[in-house]
């Protein structure tokens, strides 16, 4: 079945429906969901999620644009909440240079990005990495950690890539998977649908990102995991092989990461 590495379910977009979304999934070929905080407020809902849900796991952090809220004491309650039995990883945690633009505000991004990384180590989790507008920076900082722990196997996912095929080769080279989510279906997604082209079908995971980023031909609707078939089918046809390989290929990544 379909592995969804990625989901926001506790989004207020599914506050009418979550329960019938999530119950229907497995009539529609998804069998496992990590679902992403990106805030302590989020994180907690993951949690509340995988404990209501056999089939749904949790990763606690927070995002790049919501760093507003992290401090010592939220640092340590993650910390505390890593030893959940389902929570599977840290994220999600990284760089936006997208939206915030101010050099003291990037500043401070690095500064808890490595902080979660960190954090990440110690509780040795894999790490779910937003990296936007900011590449450079992030590889910068993924080689620094690399450098302080060498020892890292499976250190996690850059999630919703968007960077160059070459880049996606050196974040495979340090032990990172790639999340390819409704982007690759997308008419404009020349240079993802290159990158798929370029790497290795065991380094790719997949996800929706949902609510947001709805493949074609849903673009612009609430995304969900039953949309999936659609990024699974476009892999497949880059890649020359069947739907059925990609599904179970990507699904042993994704348990291997997340060590399920
Ligand atoms: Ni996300």
Wanted: proline share 5%; with cysteine.
């Amino acid at each position: 079945m379909i592995f969804e590495t990625h989901a926001h379910y506790e989004d207020s977009r599914f506050s009418t429906d979550r329960d019938e979304v999530l119950c229907s999934l497995a009539d529609k070929g998804i069998g496992t969901v990590v679902n992403v905080g990106s805030s302590i407020e989020t994180s907690k809902a993951c949690l509340v999620l995988a404990d209501t849900y056999d089939f749904v796991y949790a990763a606690i952090g927070v995002h790049p644009s919501d760093i507003d809220c992290l401090n010592e004491e939220n640092l340590f309650w993650m910390k505390k909440q890593a030893g959940h039995k389902k929570v599977v990883a840290i994220g999600e945690i990284g760089l936006d240079y997208y939206w915030d633009k101010e050099p003291a505000v990037q500043q401070a991004q690095r500064e808890w990005f490595w902080r979660q990384l960190e954090l990440a180590y110690e509780v040795d989790l894999p790490v779910i990495i937003h990296s936007r507008d900011a590449a450079e920076d992030t590889m910068e900082i993924l080689k620094q950690f690399r450098r302080e722990h060498p020892d890292v196997e499976s250190p996690g996912v850059v999630h919703c890539y968007s960077y160059s095929p070459e880049m996606a080769q050196e974040f495979i080279k340090m032990g990172y998977y790639i999340g390819v989510g409704g982007v690759v279906t997308f008419k404009n997604a020349k240079k993802l649908v290159k990158t798929v082209e370029a790497i290795p079908l065991d380094r790719i995971l997949v996800e929706t990102d949902c609510p947001y980023m709805a493949p074609e031909p849903h673009r612009g609707e609430r995304n969900a995991s039953c949309y999936l078939p659609y990024v699974v089918n476009k892999i497949a046809s880059i890649k020359g092989i069947s739907p059925e390989e990609v599904e179970s290929q990507t699904e042993i990544n994704a348990k291997r990461m997340y060590r399920l």
